[in-house]
Structures are given as structure tokens and as C-alpha cells.
């Protein structure tokens, strides 16, 4: 798997920058033109590399600041038909699959765990739905409720933000992970009041037999393995680049029914089956968080030992 470096150079580093990727046996192919950039004005250099090497050259290439009087953007490669490429990605210390780009991991991570609008509609219809399903004890619908569930983002960058050592960047991941919540549980709440004034349902549901649901108040130890492997499986599938949908239903599981079945309990007047729910919410999180940190902790620490990589880190900065 290739990524191209797409790097604004001020003139005087050129030669330096030209050298680091010619000297990368997981360089494919480089270009170098010369004033080519405008704004920031400089060379622009294309360099088409290993994904295995990227991280390494990304770190490189911010010790030279060229990311402060030039830029670096990277653009991943669908099909690159090239003997070089083959022969790069041979070369190339570790393997494409294990490899961690530090820098494109904080970067979508920060971005996407910003509170927006549509984050908090996503989880408000996802927990809503998750109600729905309590309520008539559907597997389907708490299936559908997690589809929706969009919190694994902020959860994996929170994790990226504590080993990073980015407080900024916790703080905003956590602020979006709670008010999320405490949003989409007060709209459910208000839902659930207008289902039980209208006579839909009353308070026979937090007694009723629930076998398809009633796993979402009962949290034990399976709830805290559930949790663990859900943190390590959605830390592995964002930092492998692989497609993060199906695991963010997987890390759903285990949070926003439960944050349903508060928003039910809060409405049925249900003090026992609330402080469950909570109870099983707040394990959850916590399994994720702290499975979803010790894996990037260790990522890093194996990635830092092969030859070659990770020596020069996002780490450092």
C-alpha cells in the first residue's frame, strides 16, 4: 500500500528534503519541481512511498519545519501499477498492515471528534431507536440503533490524545463523548414521557421479561471482556486503515443501549434499572478507553522497534 507525500518546500531545504526520500528504501517514485508552489511559495516535491515508511518521513520532514514554512499533506494510493512501488513496498521495513501513521491517526481523529450538529443527531436517533427496541424487546431494532452509533470516534481519540499527550485534543474528545451522551438521553427521556402520556406504554416495562434486551441491565464480567475487545478491535481498524463501519457497530454494543435504557428508566420512573444501565454504560467506556489507549501504547512501542521506522516519531512533538 502506497501514500503519496505531497510537500511544499522553502528553497533552501530542497536539497535536504530531495536527499531524505532518495535515501528511503521505501520511496516509489519522486518528483521534484522546482517553484512549482505559490502559496506557501517554494518547491513542491510528490514522493510516492511504502506505507510502512510514511510515519518515519513525516517525523523527518517536521524536524527540517517544513510544515511550518511549507506543508505536508498525504493521499493514500488505490492501485499503484509500478515495478518501483513493488519493489519499495518489498523494501520497506515492517509490514503495510501493522503500520501506524501517527500523524494522519491524529489528524482524522481530532477532526472527526468535534461536536457537531449532525454527531449529536446521529446518537440521539441511534439511542432513540435503542429505546424503541427496549421497549419491545427487539434485537433488530437495537441492530439498527448501533449502526447509527457514531461515538467510537471521539472514544479512539481520546485514547490517541492520552498517549499522545495532547490535553487540547482530550479535552475536546471528551467534551463531544459526554455532552453527546447527555444530549441524546435527555431528547430520548422527553421521547419516552410522550410514548407513555399517550398511552403506548407504562411502567410494566422495566418489569417485563426482555430476553432479546434484558442483557443491557445486567452488567458482569462479560460486560468489561465485551468492552476490552471492542476498544482493541476499533484501535486496530483505525490505525490499519481498515473500514471502521462495521467495528463502530461493534463498540455500540456496548453504549448506546445502555444509554437508552437510562433514558427509558429516567422516564419510567425506574431508580433501579437506571443506576444499571448507568452502571453498565459507565463500564463500558471505561473497558473501551482504556483497551482502546494500551493498544496504541503498545502499537507504538513495537513500531518504534523495527529498523528504520519509528525512531523518529509523531511522539516527540
Known amino acids: 500500500m502506497l501514500l503519496q507525500l505531497r510537500v511544499t518546500v522553502p528553497e533552501d531545504r530542497t536539497d535536504r528534503v530531495r536527499e531524505l526520500f532518495e535515501n528511503d528504501p521505501g520511496t516509489a517514485h519522486l518528483a521534484v519541481l522546482p517553484g512549482a ?22 517525523s523527518a520532514l517536521r524536524d527540517l519545519n517544513v510544515h511550518r514554512d511549507g506543508a505536508i499533506a498525504l493521499t493514500s494510493i488505490d492501485a499503484a501499477v509500478s515495478s518501483a512501488a513493488r519493489r519499495a513496498e518489498e523494501r520497506a521495513p515492517g509490514d503495510a498492515a501493522d503500520a501506524v501513521v ?43 440503533a448501533m ?14 490524545a492520552v498517549v499522545q499527550r495532547r490535553p487540547a485534543h482530550a479535552r475536546r474528545a471528551a467534551t463531544t463523548l459526554i ?32 430476553p432479546q434486551t434484558g442483557f443491557i441491565t445486567h452488567p458482569d464480567k462479560w460486560s468489561l471482556v465485551v468492552a476490552v475487545l471492542a476498544g482493541v478491535a476499533g484501535v486496530l481498524s483505525l490505525t490499519s ?9 461493534f463498540i455500540s454494543v456496548t453504549t448506546v443501549p445502555a444509554a437508552a435504557d437510562m ?31 494500551i493498544t496504541l501504547a503498545v502499537q507504538r512501542a513495537v513500531w518504534r522497534r523495527i529498523p528504520g521506522v519509528a525512531s523518529r516519531t509523531v511522539a516527540r512533538h
Open 102 to 144: 501517527w500523524e494522519q491517526v491524529v489528524r482524522t481523529t481530532d477532526a472527526d471528534s468535534a461536536l457537531s450538529v449532525s454527531y449529536l443527531a446521529f446518537l440521539t436517533i441511534a439511542t432513540m431507536l435503542a429505546a424503541i427496541a427496549i421497549i419491545n424487546d427487539s434485537a433488530i431494532l437495537t441492530i439498527g
Open 179 to 210: 455532552l453527546g451522551f447527555v444530549v441524546a438521553i435527555g431528547l430520548t427521556t422527553c421521547m419516552t414521557l410522550v410514548g407513555r402520556g399517550l398511552g403506548w406504554f407504562g411502567t410494566e416495562v422495566l418489569v417485563a421479561d426482555r
Open 263 to 293: 433514558a427509558v428508566s429516567l422516564a419510567l420512573g425506574g431508580g433501579a434499572e437506571f443506576l444499571s444501565a448507568a452502571t453498565q454504560l459507565g463500564i463500558n467506556l471505561a473497558g473501551i478507553l482504556i483497551a482502546a489507549t
Open 147 to 160: 449502526v447509527l452509533g457514531p461515538e467510537f470516534v471521539p472514544l479512539a481519540g481520546l485514547a490517541v
Open 37 to 58: 508552489s505559490v502559496s506557501p511559495a517554494g518547491d513542491l516535491v510528490l514522493a510516492d512511498v511504502a506505507r510502512e515508511s510514511a510515519d518515519a518521513l513525516v
Open 241 to 249: 486503515a481498515k473500514s471502521g463501519a462495521l467495528v463502530g457497530v
